[in-house]
């Protein structure tokens, strides 16, 4: 399989270059391409996610469905379709954009995220079957109840995940259920 490759950026968001990603994440990483996905049920309950607790980055924190880095020369819709599959075993339907402009740094254990984060709802097809080396555990939760997981919780939740959350609210581009 080959190493996986994530696209660095310039402050403008032009790409610049690749680096391996075993090589990206440290405490001085660099911007780069990334994308997080907030994916619901049919009966419009959010599944969300709990990273595995032997990732690199914010090892055991509950967050949004998937997240990841698209590629060279790979779309948003396709790195997000390769990522719920591996991730979860799951296909994605409708996908939108909703916070296209993402942009955010966080640091957690001494790593850090530095990110150009478009951000995207959709729906999932298929029954979770999660990657054990990338998902501890996941629930379906209806968006009120994942909120208020996140109020309760706190830093229990990726801070990407409670920005996010908190700016879609204030879009007004929460999927209907």
């Not at 619901?40 to 997240?67: E, H, I, M, Y």
């Not at 990522?83 to 994605?92: C, F, Y």
């Not at 208020?148 to 830093?155: F, K, L, V, Y």
Request: proline share 7%; glycine share 10%.
């Amino acid at each position: 399989m080959p190493e996986e490759l994530i696209v660095l950026l310039d402050d403008d968001g032009t790409e610049i270059g690749t680096m391996p990603k075993r090589l990206v994440h440290h405490g001085d990483t660099p911007l780069h391409r990334a994308f997080s996905a907030y994916l619901f049920a049919d009966d419009g309950r959010l599944l969300v996610t709990r990273r595995a607790l032997s990732k690199q980055t914010f090892p055991g924190l509950w967050t949004n469905t998937v997240c990841g880095h698209p590629g060279p020369g790979e779309d948003d819709a396709g790195a997000i379709a390769r990522r719920a599959s591996d991730e979860l075993g799951l296909r994605v339907d409708r996908l939108a954009p909703v916070l296209p402009d993402y942009r955010y740094r966080a640091e957690f254990q001494g790593v850090v995220e530095n990110e150009i984060c478009p951000v995207y709802t959709g729906v999932f097809r298929g029954d979770p079957a999660p990657a054990a080396a990338e998902v501890e555990e996941w629930e379906l939760l209806d968006w009120g109840a994942f909120r208020a997981r996140q109020d309760n919780e706190g830093d229990a939740w990726s801070p990407w995940c409670r920005e996010q959350a908190r700016l879609i609210e204030a879009s007004g581009l929460l999927p209907a259920a």
